[in-house]
């Protein structure tokens, strides 16, 4: 069996072309929810100025006040549109625009309570629907900024205009439009939430991959040496538990080193891909199968006892053995495996049966390849 170099790895490697797309990718998916975010901001505008137009209809707050209103977010808006649609926002420390936005927002939100106290109700259910959006923020200093600034200038203007604050609903027309305003208070906290909710899932699912990368081979689609060592752990903690046989097996190319030689190690890779999803297609849904290191591959057979785990491995290599190698590389004479195996005695460790693994492998090695023997 081929023994990989001591030396260290390189400490340096060039970015390769997979992780630029997958940056490029990455900041287009930003870009595509900055601007969905943005656009549920507009709408939330929106609903807010369509029902200050409506109290102000109903003769509840002046016009002038609401076109200043509308002015005032008209242009904080249209300012943040523009900086996303040509890039500027790009170039600032923010590119999200938060502070902006929240600004914006905020402020006008203020701005209403203190010229239309009329409309306290509409302009503080405002502040605090805006204000949520302070759970976006990208740092905790952003997010503690904004919501103890909303608070104090929300008690100070509360101090201030209490006496005249008053909530719309004398009228019909009142009530059913403060009705509107909890209504568009519900539908945003309903937006953010399954915002958050999506982010939470789509965690998860990196989370999950990430995880799958840790415990996988990419070159051959097994487990790597965490993966299968964990699994031996769990299947081992469980026979032991039910008093059931656990038979491990290394599997070894041989003369893996002759085919690097003579064909290259693109032809190596090949190998041992094919030889990845043969172990795959050969194991069964209970069976453990991981690339234990180089071109050696970790097998864990629970519930299997030494004469049941001989006859799997002497199947398993009768087929790596027959396998038309020569669709796998061109020149290929034939590719065979050794195989040790043992059953894992009563309280001893998972590592003191693959040691014991090992030896059997190295005795087949010796024995003169292509075998499978039993310690």
């Known amino acids: 069996m081929e023994r990989r170099s001591s030396q260290p790895p390189h400490l340096w490697a060039p970015t390769p072309p997979s992780a630029h797309a997958d940056g490029a990718a990455h900041r287009q998916r930003w870009h595509r929810r900055t601007w969905q975010l943005h656009q549920s901001v507009l709408l939330s505008h929106l609903y807010a100025f369509a029902l200050l137009v409506g109290y102000s209809w109903a003769g509840y707050a002046p016009w002038r006040v609401i076109a200043l209103y509308g002015a005032w977010v008209g242009a904080g808006m249209g300012f943040i549109t523009w900086a996303y649609a040509s890039g500027w926002n790009h170039r600032q420390r923010d590119p999200g625009l938060f502070v902006v936005h929240q600004g914006v927002s905020i402020l006008g939100a203020l701005g209403l309570l203190v010229a239309a106290p009329q409309l306290a109700f509409q302009a503080l259910v405002m502040l605090i629907a805006f204000s949520a959006d302070g759970f976006l923020a990208r740092s905790r200093t952003s997010f503690a900024v904004t919501w103890v600034l909303t608070l104090a200038c929300a008690g100070a203007g509360i101090v201030w205009m209490g006496p005249e604050m008053r909530m719309p609903t004398t009228t019909l ?203």
Not at 201 to 217: P, W
Not at 245 to 250: E, I, N
């Open 173 to 375: 027309a009142g009530q059913l439009l403060t009705v509107g305003v909890v209504l568009g208070a519900v539908a945003r906290c309903i937006g953010l939430v399954t915002y958050f909710r999506g982010v939470q899932y789509r965690l998860g699912q990196a989370l999950a991959r990430i995880e799958d990368l840790v415990r996988s081979d990419d070159l051959t689609g097994v487990a790597n040496r965490r993966g299968i060592m964990e699994a031996l752990r769990w299947h081992h903690a469980q026979t032991e538990s039910q008093g059931l046989p656990l038979s491990v097996a290394l599997l070894d190319v041989d003369h893996f080193k002759r085919i690097n030689d003579d064909f290259g190690h693109d032809s190596g890779d090949r190998v041992l891909r094919t030889l990845g999803t043969l172990l795959r297609e050969q194991a069964r849904a209970t069976d453990g199968v991981g690339r234990y290191g180089g071109e050696e591959f970790l097998l864990v057979l629970p519930g299997t006892s030494a004469a049941q785990a001989s006859e799997v491995l002497e199947r398993l290599r009768a087929r790596v053995e027959t396998t038309a190698w020569a669709a796998v590389f061109e020149g290929a004479a034939g590719v065979t495996v050794s195989i040790g195996a043992t059953v894992c005695r009563p309280g001893e460790s998972v590592e003191a049966a693959v040691r014991r693994a090992d030896e059997a492998l190295y005795e087949g090695k010796a024995l003169g390849r292509n075998r499978v023997v039993m310690a």
